[in-house]
């Protein structure tokens, strides 16, 4: 059984750091096809973060994250990372990790079959 657990949310200021991270048990990393971080803002729609591709480590960012955040995993501690800076209140919302094992493109939301339960972040003005 597939599971993944988020952590690393919390309340920050505007222009603060977080780094989020997802441990995925009941799979190996290899069998996945891509991994992302994905959020959900109070009335919007789910949206990727940031995804990356398993077999080659190919990244991709959201627009709104691109050169503020990076996205990284440790095979031997099989856990996904979100590392976030210069944060702003616009990324506000439920954080969750999601895995993907069938081929699709990983930054949409429905390749993925797999979804952690999320972690909040909060970031205040």
């Known amino acids: 059984q597939v599971q993944l657990e988020e952590s690393g949310g919390g309340s920050v200021q505007a222009g603060g750091s977080l780094r989020l991270s997802c441990t995925a048990s009941?799979?190996?990393?290899?069998?996945?096809?891509?991994m992302g971080w994905f959020r959900q803002a109070p009335w919007k729609e789910r949206e990727v973060v940031a995804a990356?591709?398993?077999?080659?480590?190919?990244?991709y960012y959201a627009d709104s994250v691109t050169g503020r955040s990076t996205v990284s995993r440790d095979h031997a501690k099989s856990t996904l990372y979100l590392q976030m800076n210069s944060l702003k209140p616009e990324d506000t919302g439920m954080y969750y990790c999601?895995?993907?094992?069938?081929?699709?493109?990983?930054?949409?939301?429905?390749?993925?079959?797999?979804w952690g339960q999320g972690t909040q972040v909060t970031v205040s003005s």
């Open positions: 999601a895995a993907a094992r069938a081929p699709g493109l990983c930054q949409n939301t429905g390749t993925y079959a797999y």
């Open positions: 990356i591709y398993t077999s080659d480590g190919w990244t």
């Open positions: 009941g799979y190996s990393y290899s069998s996945m096809y891509c």
